[in-house]
């Protein structure tokens, strides 16, 4: 037996099974569409087996694209979850045989209740589609298991009309980036969106700040205890007027200055590089990579120092360019 021949024989039947859906979309899927993106309540998919399993993957996508969904196991309504189900609600079952025990037990209950009930199926003559108030047929195609019984090309045609139900409902409802990061506040793209300076710069007593006219000892103590590498120099009013790094640090000690003596005004670089707390944590690192610094202090709205971000700060969060 070609093995390989034999995976690319299953890649070939479920492409097909994907054209043929594909090909066959007209206004059922427009209706079912106007009936997501008019509810009024939830989206709930529910499914027993595999489709069960692609169901899920179907509601957990919507609901990350704008429509409030979630999945429901037939199984577990017939047992009290049914009480999930509100008239103002649609209901997706997934069936392709649309003769599933645990999903037909539910549609007498549904329709009772006054939820909306859309079918997914590959049968037209079934009991699911029968009771369905809008239907989507599949068209035939042959499944991908040599011997015909194992759901695969079903199941992948489920999911990825699923996948279009989602997408085309988000993009009726005008949803965006914005939109996506507010439901992916862990994601990547959720962090360079939401994550601002003010999440995560140093600030208060973790903050590294010295006094005009201290001693460069008083720097040295003060970038000790707090460990940022940095360590900025105000006047009385807070207003930044420059920074020492553990570069210019080093340099001066390098010298053999005398650091009892030596008062940070000589030594601070003046005109620092200087970010709002209000900036993106993501517009902070392309600052910070493009003067090809590692820190910089933080200013509020009255220009006054308030905080330290550092470079490592940004990327701990998980904020890459």
Do not use: W
């Not at 920074?243 to 640090?249: A, P, Q, Y």
């Not at 650091?259 to 005109?271: F, G, K």
């Not at 707390?277 to 009255?302: F, G, H, R, T, Y």
Request: with cysteine; hydrophobic share 40%.
């Amino acid at each position: 037996m070609d093995l390989l021949q034999e995976a690319r024989r299953v890649f070939d039947i479920e492409i097909n099974a994907l054209e043929s859906v594909r090909d066959s979309l007209n206004s059922d899927f427009l209706k079912i569409i106007d009936a997501i993106t008019n509810c009024e309540g939830k989206v709930i998919i529910t499914g027993m087996g595999k489709p069960g399993h692609i169901g899920r993957k179907i509601a957990a996508t919507m609901a990350s694209l704008g429509t409030s969904s979630f999945f429901l196991h037939p199984a577990e309504a017939l047992h009290g979850d049914l009480g999930m189900i509100g008239k103002e609600d649609v209901v997706i079952a997934i069936s392709y045989s649309g003769e599933s025990e645990e999903v037909t037990r539910l549609l007498t209950n549904i329709k009772a209740i006054g939820a909306t009930l859309i079918g997914i199926s590959g049968n037209a003559n079934s009991t699911l589609i029968k009771h369905s108030d809008i239907s989507q047929v599949f068209t035939k195609f042959d499944e991908a298991c040599y011997m015909g019984l194992a759901p695969t090309s079903s199941t992948t045609a489920s999911l990825v009309y699923g996948d279009a139900l989602a997408v085309v409902a988000s993009k009726v409802y005008g949803f965006n980036e914005n939109n996506y990061g507010l439901y992916h506040p862990a994601g990547s793209l959720g962090k360079k969106l939401f994550i601002k300076v003010k999440d995560i710069m140093a600030c208060k007593q973790n903050n590294a700040v010295v006094i005009r006219g201290e001693t460069l000892k008083n720097a040295i103590v003060e970038m000790g205890k707090k460990g940022l590498g940095m360590v900025t120099v105000i006047d009385s009013n807070s207003l930044i007027r420059g920074v020492i790094t553990d570069g210019d640090l080093r340099r001066q000690l390098e010298k053999g200055v005398d650091v009892y003596n030596l008062v940070v005004d000589e030594v601070m670089s003046q005109n620092p590089t200087i970010l709002t707390e209000e900036m993106m944590a993501i517009e902070a690192l392309q600052i910070l990579k493009q003067k090809n610094i590692s820190s910089a202090p933080i200013v509020d709205k009255n220009n006054q120092s308030i905080g330290t971000i550092r470079l490592q700060d940004i990327l701990n969060a998980g904020i890459v360019l």
